[in-house]
């Protein structure tokens, strides 16, 4: 039996991602162009690997959740 962990995607779609962040497409889109989330391309899809949103929860998590 696989963990929880072992059976998330280590990419995440667009939809995923916005859902799991409770945010509008438009605000991860924004987050995305300006480089404080990462993601990668694959063919004409863009996903985020679990990792870059760990590490965009922890940094909202240094600096107190506010810009």
Known sequence: MQTEQAM???????EQTSDRLGICRANLYNLLGSGQLRSVKIGRRRLVPEQAIADFITALEAVGGTE
């Open 8 to 14: 998330q995607p280590r990419l995440n779609t667009i």
